[in-house]
């Protein structure tokens, strides 16, 4: 029983390649799977990235390793602060869209921060805070 976190900054290791920031958690709590994380790295298309640091790619790919690196120890919840606050538009959706389907395949819970009424409403069940209060 893990949780997984995505940050809306990423806050991948600099001085780790994409393999070993996807792989870090998981080693932390003892669980690496290399098929589970190679599994990870070729759904959300960073198979050519893995031998490259953080200051090599852009912000979707980042933002696609921090997923990963969320998911590779299997998760029962994921805490997403703002997961594409850092991207535009179009990356947004695209990085939004492969994440959802990998958590809808963990079936893993997922409570996500957003300030996008539009990825807000990709969600089955939301909450609206307003002022301060749920609204």
Request: glycine share 8%; aromatic share 4%; no cysteine.
């Amino acid at each position: 029983s893990t949780v997984g976190i995505i940050f809306q900054q990423f806050n991948l290791i600099p001085s780790l390649d994409v393999a070993a920031n996807i792989a870090f958690q998981a080693r932390l709590i003892g669980t690496p799977e290399p098929q589970e994380l190679s599994r990870l790295a070729h759904a959300l298309g960073l198979e050519p990235q893995l031998r490259k640091y953080p200051e090599q790619l852009s912000g979707g790919q980042q933002q696609r390793v921090a997923i990963a690196r969320a998911l590779a120890a299997r998760p029962k919840l994921i805490l997403a602060d703002e997961p594409t606050g850092n991207l535009d538009e179009a990356t947004a959706d695209g990085v939004m869209e492969q994440f959802l389907a990998l958590v809808a395949e963990t079936g893993a819970a997922l409570l996500m921060v957003t300030h996008s009424p539009r990825l807000a409403a990709r969600l089955g069940r939301r909450a609206h805070l307003s002022q301060g209060r749920l609204a």
